[in-house]
């Protein structure tokens, strides 16, 4: 059963830069698929960040591009995301995603972890 | 304001058979690009429902079932159950942003 779980900092200042893991089990980041991120502020609905494929080829929110990077590391079979600037309204559940090759569905979801941006 | 518009909330009784709308435009779920629907319970991450319009993944009840038309796409239960109580959401791509978007969401409350 392929498992994602999301790893980083629970809280973080403003201005500084959230970096956040996905780390996959049970399944080979360089096989297939791709994966993504995203976020759910509290109370509120999703927001799609970003996705990324194993060669590393990303597709970012228009809103989010120039404050974000998403990376992958096939040897660790986790990706990554890197987002600067952080501002109180960057504080929400962020969680990292399966892309079903069926279409551009997300099949798996990790648990999600609460970040809040705060001084 | 979400770019695909939801009600913000449904209800219906045990049994009973309620729909969901997901409202784009032309360069969304128009330009015929899939629409894909999740459940998310309370505290959980979200469940995916239906994908590309009409599919549901192995072990999603046949009481949910998608439906897409023009510039909108539809979720429907039917025999609703207490279980079901939850938030719902459409996803679909805009050509025009070059975005997966979601949809507002909508909670579906089980009287």
């Known amino acids: 059963q392929v498992q994602l779980q999301e790893s980083g900092p629970g809280l973080v200042k403003p201005s500084e830069t959230l970096s956040l893991t996905c780390t996959v089990s049970d399944y080979s980041l360089s096989s297939a698929y791709y994966w993504g991120w995203i976020r759910q502020p509290p109370g509120k609905g999703l927001e799609w960040i970003g996705t990324?494929?194993?060669?590393?080829?990303?597709s970012h929110n228009p809103s989010l591009n120039s404050r974000l990077t998403i990376s992958v590391d096939t040897s660790k079979n986790r990706f990554s995301l890197k987002l600067t600037s952080l501002t109180a309204a960057d504080t929400a559940v962020y969680f990292c995603?399966?892309?079903?090759?069926?279409?551009?569905?997300?099949?798996?979801w990790g648990q999600g972890t609460l970040v809040s941006v705060s001084s | 304001q979400s770019v695909l518009t939801q009600p913000p909330s449904v209800s219906g009784a045990p049994g009973q058979r309620v729909t969901i709308s997901c409202t784009g435009s032309?360069?969304?779920?128009?330009?015929?690009?899939?629409v894909h629907w999740y459940q998310q319970l309370p505290g959980t991450a979200p469940k995916l429902l239906i994908y590309?319009?009409?599919n549901r993944p192995s072990g999603v009840p046949d009481r949910f079932s998608g439906s897409k038309s023009g510039t909108s796409a539809s979720l429907a239960i039917t025999g609703l159950q207490a279980e079901d109580e939850a938030d719902y959401y459409c996803?679909?791509?805009?050509?025009?942003?070059?975005?997966?978007?979601f949809g507002g969401g909508t909670r579906l409350t089980v009287l």
């Open positions: 032309s360069s969304n779920i128009g330009a015929d690009y899939d």
């Open positions: 995603a399966r892309r079903s090759t069926a279409g551009d569905a997300f099949d798996m």
């Open positions: 996803q679909s791509f805009d050509g025009s942003l070059r975005a997966v978007l």
């Open positions: 990324i494929d194993r060669s590393g080829s990303a």
């Open positions: 590309g319009n009409t």
